[in-house]
């Protein structure tokens, strides 16, 4: 019997008296520090505390970024904010606009409001000169259609009754009309995209051609390509009560749910490689981790479990499995700062890669949803300690912001091991103080930090969490700023972030400034729940999607 998580080469290094990563089995000083946190956790600690204040200063900074897309990019996809450009970077269909729309919604924002809900009646889905990503075009479009797609979601974003959504709001948020048109839309852009599942195996084809839509051909697709639209689609189906949206993602998610050829798709229980084989449904590569290219799947099982947890039931003991092997196999420590925990990468199941991303900190955000979804207080304060550290990334930098991808040298794998290098020279000094070094300096409007301490405040109710989001909001609105928006920057350890590269992400929107805002706003039926009543679960694009049968808690009854 061939184990899929190379069973030999594992005891093998447990003879040794290390774990695959190198640290000591399994009463490890960190494990005992994680038991004794999960022992006292109870729930949030204190009562959440709303700052209107900084609230306000979120929203005045979402309405610069919208005022600049609006005069100088509408109905395009993103500003280029240094020459009060345009650029339609996804598909043209106007993605700031519909990204922006739930921001919008929990700022109870009206202009933009009004603006937006104009746009979507008026979008083509039929038409466009560029390849369409099933993936993106999944979670910015159809995500932020769905979060808004219903009259009655409508009206708990905006916290009024119905009937004034028809009467004096009319004027502001449009005729009742509007609310069919939304989910009209979605459903006429499902249909388009629904030929990427047409293959033998049924994963989709990520990349599409348009006019009419087509397959471009692709020979494999990624898990987060694959495994990112089951919430979605899902979602579409129930709103409509056509199941066939829903199955189309749930077929392709199979593969992963159950890998074809475990001995070389799963290195370790749950944690899969990162290509499949579209006509085969089989992996064809070992390697993975918690970052791009692999992230969202994970995200995205212990969420279908929160949104139905008798459909996606096995959703949720694949997340489980994730998280133990995550915990038993990835953990590890800086040898200069033994006391951050990072997520390595791996290669297979012998060799881990000592690097991570800005994408990858949503896994603390991730860790503490399954540990509130679950009851595991484990989970909880695991996804806490990578929390600390991903904000350590922000804390050591000349700017205040974590950079795209860092590196660190680990505590017990032996530093003359080809996966332990050290530090280039000159970022000894950098490494030695702050546990990690920068390998790609820039910042791309990313969310996921900032994400994970939303999550982190949610959980506990400590007001250092609201701290931390101030902190990297303040750094990223300083030093972000240009033109008639924000934009990327080039290097987050010089000052000023060296140099801008022209470009306010669509993203930028939905989630930077969703999670900076919640952080500080009053309690709403979106907001992250620790008591499961939840009503709504976030998309991988922090979308508001509303929990099938209305709340968590009923959802499990």
């Not at 946190?37 to 005045?60: C, F, K, L, T």
């Not at 500003?79 to 919604?105: C, E, F, H, K």
């Not at 702050?434 to 930090?449: A, C, D, H, K, T």
């Not at 992250?528 to 679960?537: G, I, Q």
Request: with cysteine.
């Amino acid at each position: 019997m061939v184990l899929p998580w190379s069973t030999a080469s594992v005891l093998g290094l447990l003879v040794l008296g290390q774990s695959v990563t190198g640290a000591s089995i399994p009463n490890t000083p960190w494990k005992q520090r994680l038991q004794e946190r999960a022992e006292q956790y109870h729930g949030p600690s204190r009562p959440y505390v709303e700052n209107p204040s900084r609230a306000a200063a979120v929203r005045e900074t979402f309405d610069i970024s919208w005022d600049g897309y609006y005069k100088y990019a509408f109905p395009h996809d993103s500003l280029m904010p240094q020459n009060n450009s345009w650029y339609d970077d996804r598909n043209g269909w106007g993605a700031s606009a519909v990204d922006a729309l739930s921001t919008a919604l929990i700022m109870r924002d009206a202009l933009p409001i009004a603006q937006i809900l104009d746009h979507i009646r008026n979008i083509n889905f039929d038409n466009t000169t560029t390849e369409v990503s099933l993936f993106e075009t999944t979670i910015r479009y159809l995500g932020g259609l769905i979060s808004g797609t219903h009259r009655l979601l409508l009206s708990y974003f905006l916290n009024l009754p119905y009937d004034l959504l028809t009467g004096p709001l009319a004027d502001i948020y449009g005729p009742k009309e509007n609310f069919t048109v939304i989910l009209d839309q979605a459903t006429r852009l499902a249909d388009n995209l629904a030929i990427a599942f047409w293959t033998a195996t049924g994963i989709p084809d990520n990349a599409l051609r348009w006019n009419p839509p087509r397959q471009s051909g692709s020979l494999t697709n990624g898990i987060a390509t694959i495994g990112t639209l089951v919430l979605e689609w899902t979602r579409l189906s129930d709103l409509t009560g056509n199941p066939r949206y829903g199955l189309l993602a749930q077929r392709g998610e199979d593969y992963l749910i159950h890998p074809r050829n475990p001995e070389v798709g799963e290195p370790f229980p749950g944690l899969l490689g990162t290509n499949v084989g579209i006509h085969n449904g089989t992996f064809v590569d070992s390697s993975g981790g918690w970052g791009g290219s692999d992230d969202s799947f994970y995200e995205y099982l212990i969420k279908m479990y929160l949104y139905d947890p008798v459909r996606f039931e096995e959703y949720k003991e694949r997340w489980i499995d994730a998280a133990e092997s995550s915990i038993e196999y990835l953990v590890s420590h800086p040898n200069t700062r033994a006391d951050l925990t990072f997520l390595a990468m791996w290669d297979n199941a012998t060799s881990l890669n000592f690097v991570s991303e800005h994408l990858a900190c949503f896994s603390g955000g991730n860790f503490i949803l399954g540990g509130l979804t679950l009851d595991e207080p484990r989970y909880v304060q695991f996804g806490l300690m990578l929390v600390e550290s991903c904000y350590e990334t922000y804390a050591a930098t000349a700017t205040g912001i974590g950079p795209e991808v860092f590196r660190w040298r680990d505590t017990m794998t032996p530093f003359d091991a080809p996966n332990n290098a050290p530090p280039p020279a000159n970022q000894s000094a950098f490494y030695e103080a702050n546990g990690f070094w920068i390998q790609s300096s820039y910042y791309v409007l990313r969310p996921e930090v900032i994400e994970s301490i939303y999550y982190a405040y949610r959980a506990t109710g400590d007001p250092k969490y609201q701290e931390w989001a101030w902190n990297a909001f303040l750094a990223v609105n300083k030093t972000c700023a240009t033109g008639s928006g924000y934009s990327t920057i080039r290097d987050v350890n010089k000052p000023g972030g060296g140099s801008f590269a022209n470009f306010q992400e669509s993203f930028w929107f939905a989630e930077v400034l969703k999670y900076s805002y919640l952080i500080h706003a009053p309690e709403s039926p979106w907001q992250v729940k620790a008591d499961h009543t939840n009503e709504f679960v976030f998309n991988t694009e922090a979308h508001p999607v509303r929990i099938f049968g209305g709340s968590e808690r009923t959802a499990n009854r």
